[in-house]
């Protein structure tokens, strides 16, 4: 399977990141690209992401939380 990788140093608490990451209801407020994002974050849950006027059905593989992780390990992997 084929990955993407970043990393980005953020002046702010992980819990403010991550409750921004999975707000879904505000990704078009900061996110140009991804204009929506529906479902339930919850492994094995389809959500429907509409990017650039074109929908996508991708997987939640897997959701690991602030409190369930060190930093460098938190992460939300999406399958299509």
Same mark, same amino acid.
């Given at each position: ?27 078009? +407020? ?8 529906? &479902?339930? @974050? #919850? ?6 992401? $509409? +990017? ?8 939640? &593989?897997? @959701? #690991? ?6 930093? $460098? ?8």
């Amino acid at each position: 399977m084929k990955e993407i990788y970043t990393k980005i140093e953020i002046n702010c608490s992980h819990e403010a990141v991550w409750r921004l990451l999975t707000g879904l209801n505000s990704y078009s +407020k900061w996110n140009p690209v991804i204009k929506s994002v529906k &479902g339930n @974050l #919850k492994v094995g849950e389809n959500l429907r992401v $509409e +990017k650039n006027g074109f929908y996508c059905q991708v997987i939640l &593989g897997c @959701l #690991k939380t602030p409190k369930s992780c060190h930093s $460098e390990e938190r992460r939300i992997c999406l399958f299509s």
